[in-house]
């Protein structure tokens, strides 16, 4: 099922129509149909087909972004009190497992 079509479901069960006739008009479950609304809720078809372009204009914007870096897309990634830049992934290594975050973690280590 395409999500254009996932839309028009979506814009049925809106409409009035009963969603357990919808979901079996679709041969899907009534879950199925949740997770979709969560994905889709609020876009009409054509917006479904506008968010599938501009994904696919981004990723390719990124394809070339990297292509003209060398391969290198280095970014300054901010702790959360945005006074200092995070530690690279090199200085987690020789921390030896010990994350920094703000959800820090420790891990053992054998």
């Not at 254009?4 to 879950?31: D, M, N, P």
Request: with cysteine; aromatic share 4%; glycine share 8%.
């Amino acid at each position: 099922m395409t999500d254009e079509e996932i839309a028009i479901l979506l814009g049925e069960v809106a409409a009035g129509a009963s969603l357990e006739a919808v979901c079996a008009s679709a041969h899907v479950s009534v879950r199925t149909f949740y997770r979709w609304k969560r994905k889709f809720e609020g876009l009409t078809p054509s917006g479904v087909r506008q968010l599938k372009a501009l994904r696919r204009e981004n990723s390719e914007l990124k394809r070339l972004l990297a292509a003209q870096s060398g391969g290198r897309l280095e970014a300054t990634v901010l702790h959360p009190d945005a006074s200092r830049p995070a530690p690279d992934s090199a200085a987690l290594r020789e921390n030896r497992g010990v994350s920094l975050g703000r959800f820090a973690t420790v891990r053992s280590v054998a």
